[in-house]
């Protein structure tokens, strides 16, 4: 257990923050589950419209410092590449 005043506020803003966190972590993997599902579906136009809102997820999170700016670009880059690969076999 923390001994003086300055550790216990590090204690609570620490889980305050992990919280935040996994909130944030946790919308982007849904989103994301769902994007790959309606990839594998192949159910493009769906995706097409459910894109904006995972990049929106993953673009906040990097900005607020969830995730880092290069893995939030390596993320997007990923799902984008898959939409794209789709959209190519389809025409």
């Given at each position: 257990m923390a001994n003086t005043k300055s550790?216990?506020?590090r204690i609570k803003i620490s889980e305050r923050n992990r919280i935040?966190?996994?909130?944030?972590?946790?919308?982007i993997k849904f989103y994301t589950k769902q994007f790959l599902n309606?990839?594998?579906e192949n159910k493009i136009e769906e995706a097409?419209?459910?894109?904006?809102e995972?990049?929106?997820a993953i673009d906040k999170a990097a900005q607020k410092g969830t995730l880092h700016k290069n893995t939030a670009a390596r993320k997007k880059s990923k799902l984008m590449k898959l939409l794209k690969e789709k959209l190519a076999v389809k025409s």
């Open positions: 550790a216990i506020k935040r966190n996994r909130v944030r972590l946790g919308k309606l990839i594998k097409k419209k459910l894109l904006p995972v990049i929106s």
